[in-house]
């Protein structure tokens, strides 16, 4: 089979080659319930997500949904999270999350965007993985691993995370844009790592630009 030429022919060719790789590809994050993941991944900016989910079985314990959450103040969070970086100002995030959801959709998290990006804490990135994990939508999440890979592999020169989303969004099928971003996810933590990437190991070499091989 010839190399892709093209930045979508190397997606498609990333996607398939990535799929047979890493067949079940599952959010690493800790979670039950849509308001959990939408409060994991707030949790995770700038933090592991081992990290996020050592804390959150004790944060859930106590505020398992939204109502619970928002009849707090950010203080009383606190405690719960104090082991992730920038917990306060996530704390914070949390109750104003929480209160949101109770004040304009009934204690539910939303499905579409505009609504999900509302939120407090919440950006592009975060509203994709609660839309393509919890709700079943099309989401494409786009984290450091996503935005390397994909500059990596040719198949886009953006560095923005929204421009990213938006050229990758038509080379993907909706229904597995989600997928495709945790299985990108999967290979940059596990083969493609960033300060040493083990290329003689990588299934995508043959036509990476960036191969060592």
Known sequence: MGKPRSPKGRAQRTHELLKLEYPVAVCELDHETPFQLLAATILSAQATDAGVNRATPGLFARFPDAESLAEVTPEQVEPYIDTIGLFRN????????????????????PSAMEDLVRLPGVGRKTANVVRSVALGLPGLPVDTHVTRLSNLLGITTETDAVRIEHELNPMVPADERGEFSLRMILHGRRVCVARRPRCAECVLNDFCPASEI
Request: glycine share 16%; aromatic share 4%.
């Open 90 to 109: 996530k704390a914070k995030s949390l109750v104003g999350m929480a209160q949101m959801l109770l004040d304009q959709f009934g204690g539910e998290v």
